[in-house]
C-alpha cells in the first residue's frame, strides 16, 4: 500500500500531529511520498526518510497510490483536486483550517484514519467536478474546479451584466458584482455565502447564485448538472475576474465563456460514521439552540 502527503505549509505546532501520521503509516508498514516542500520543513530521523519518496506534482502521482493525505483546510483539498486530476486517487484531508467541510478529519482521528485506510474500511465519496471551456487558454492544463465557477467585477468596477444561457437558450441577464457556478460540494462554501442553497453531494445539480445582485427578484437557481451554461459579459470597464475555486485570472470582458460536468470526478475519502448530515449538524451548528 501506498500513501501521498501533502499541504502548502505547516505551523509549528502542527508538527507533532504530522510526525503522528508518519509513524502510524510506518507502524501499518504503508509506503508513503511526501511533498518536497513540507518533506523538507522537519528533519525526520534516517530511518524515516528511508521510508519517504518525495513528489513535486501531478506528474509524480500515479494509480498506484491508494489514498492522498493532505493536512490543512478545504483549501488544501482543492489543491490536492488539481495535483490528482483524473487520476481517480481518493482524497483524505485532515483538518488543521477552521470550517473543514471537505477536510473533516480532525487531527484527534489521525490514528483511527491510518486504520480506516490500512483496513480499507474507508469509503469514497464521489463529487462532481466543473469544467471550464473558453476561447482563451485559462488555467493551464488544469480548467476544472471541485467547489465553484465564478465571474466577478474588478475592485471598485461598477457592477457588470452577465448574460447567461443555458444550453444555449437565454436564461437571464444579471446585474451583479458577479456570478457563481457551484457544484453540490461547493453549495456549502462561496455560493451558500451568496444566499444560496445547500444541495446533497450526489443530487446531481449545479447551483447559479448572484453575488450582490441589483435586482431583488433575482435568486439562486438550481439546473441538471448535464447543463451547458455559458455567458456574455457587458461592463463599463474593459476586464474582469474568473475564478475556479482559489485560482484567478484577468481576463477581458470579450471573452467566451462557458461551464459544463467534468469528465472525470473527485473520490473524497470518509469514515464510515461521518455523513453529509452529521457533516452539516457539526460545522453549521445545527440542532444546537440552547432553546431546544
Given at each position: 500500500?501506498?500513501?501521498?502527503?501533502?499541504?502548502?505549509?505547516?505551523d509549528?505546532e502542527?508538527?507533532?500531529?504530522?510526525?503522528?501520521?508518519?509513524?502510524?503509516?510506518?507502524?501499518?508498514?504503508?509506503?508513503?511520498?511526501?511533498?518536497?516542500?513540507?518533506?523538507?520543513?522537519?528533519?525526520?530521523?534516517?530511518?524515516?526518510?528511508?521510508?519517504?519518496?518525495?513528489?513535486?506534482?501531478y506528474e509524480?502521482?500515479?494509480?498506484?497510490?491508494?489514498?492522498?493525505?493532505?493536512?490543512?483546510?478545504?483549501?488544501?483539498?482543492?489543491?490536492?483536486v488539481?495535483?490528482?486530476?483524473?487520476k481517480?486517487?481518493p482524497?483524505?484531508?485532515?483538518?488543521?483550517?477552521?470550517?473543514?467541510?471537505?477536510?473533516?478529519?480532525?487531527?484527534?482521528?489521525i490514528?483511527?484514519?491510518v486504520?480506516?485506510?490500512?483496513?480499507?474500511t474507508?469509503?469514497?465519496?464521489?463529487?462532481t467536478?466543473?469544467?471550464?471551456?473558453s476561447?482563451?487558454?485559462?488555467?493551464?492544463?488544469?480548467?476544472?474546479?471541485?467547489?465553484?465557477?465564478?465571474?466577478?467585477?474588478?475592485?471598485t468596477?461598477p457592477?457588470?451584466?452577465?448574460?447567461?444561457?443555458?444550453?444555449?437558450?437565454?436564461?437571464?441577464?444579471?446585474?451583479?458584482?458577479?456570478?457563481?457556478?457551484?457544484?453540490?460540494?461547493?453549495s456549502?462554501g462561496?455560493?451558500?455565502?451568496?444566499?444560496?442553497?445547500?444541495v446533497?453531494?450526489?443530487?446531481k445539480?449545479?447551483?447559479?447564485?448572484?453575488?450582490?445582485?441589483h435586482?431583488?427578484?433575482?435568486?439562486?437557481?438550481?439546473?441538471?448538472?448535464?447543463s451547458?451554461?455559458?455567458?456574455?459579459i457587458?461592463?463599463?470597464?474593459?476586464?474582469?475576474i474568473?475564478?475556479?475555486d482559489a485560482?484567478?485570472?484577468?481576463?477581458d470582458k470579450?471573452?467566451q465563456?462557458?461551464v459544463?460536468?467534468?469528465?472525470?470526478?473527485?473520490?473524497?475519502?470518509?469514515?464510515?460514521?461521518n455523513?453529509?448530515?452529521?457533516?452539516?449538524?457539526?460545522?453549521?451548528?445545527?440542532?444546537?439552540?440552547?432553546?431546544n
Amino acid at each position: 500500500m501506498k500513501v501521498a502527503i501533502y499541504s502548502r505549509g505547516l505551523d509549528t505546532e502542527q508538527e507533532v500531529p504530522l510526525r503522528t501520521l508518519v509513524d502510524e503509516l510506518v507502524r501499518h508498514d504503508i509506503d508513503i511520498i511526501m511533498f518536497r516542500t513540507l518533506l523538507e520543513l522537519y528533519p525526520f530521523s534516517s530511518a524515516i526518510l528511508e521510508r519517504i519518496i518525495p513528489f513535486e506534482g501531478y506528474e509524480d502521482i500515479d494509480n498506484k497510490i491508494d489514498c492522498f493525505i493532505t493536512l490543512g483546510g478545504d483549501g488544501t483539498i482543492l489543491d490536492a483536486v488539481t495535483i490528482v486530476r483524473e487520476k481517480k486517487v481518493p482524497l483524505l484531508g485532515i483538518n488543521f483550517g477552521r470550517l473543514g467541510f471537505l477536510a473533516n478529519i480532525s487531527k484527534e482521528e489521525i490514528v483511527m484514519a491510518v486504520d480506516a485506510i490500512s483496513n480499507r474500511t474507508s469509503i469514497a465519496d464521489k463529487r462532481t467536478l466543473l469544467h471550464l471551456d473558453s476561447n482563451e487558454q485559462l488555467f493551464g492544463d488544469a480548467p476544472f474546479a471541485l467547489n465553484e465557477f465564478a465571474i466577478h467585477k474588478r475592485d471598485t468596477a461598477p457592477m457588470i451584466k452577465i448574460h447567461t444561457y443555458l444550453n444555449g437558450e437565454f436564461l437571464n441577464t444579471f446585474w451583479a458584482d458577479g456570478l457563481i457556478v457551484a457544484t453540490p460540494t461547493g453549495s456549502t462554501g462561496y455560493s451558500m455565502s451568496c444566499t444560496g442553497p445547500i444541495v446533497f453531494p450526489d443530487s446531481k445539480n449545479f447551483v447559479i447564485t448572484p453575488v450582490a445582485p441589483h435586482n431583488l427578484n433575482v435568486r439562486s437557481i438550481v439546473v441538471a448538472d448535464t447543463s451547458i451554461i455559458s455567458f456574455e459579459i457587458e461592463s463599463r470597464v474593459d476586464q474582469f475576474i474568473c475564478a475556479l475555486d482559489a485560482r484567478r485570472e484577468i481576463v477581458d470582458k470579450n471573452i467566451q465563456l462557458a461551464v459544463k460536468k467534468e469528465k472525470f470526478e473527485a473520490n473524497l475519502i470518509k469514515l464510515s460514521e461521518n455523513t453529509f448530515l452529521s457533516t452539516l449538524r457539526e460545522k453549521l451548528t445545527w440542532g444546537m439552540d440552547k432553546r431546544n
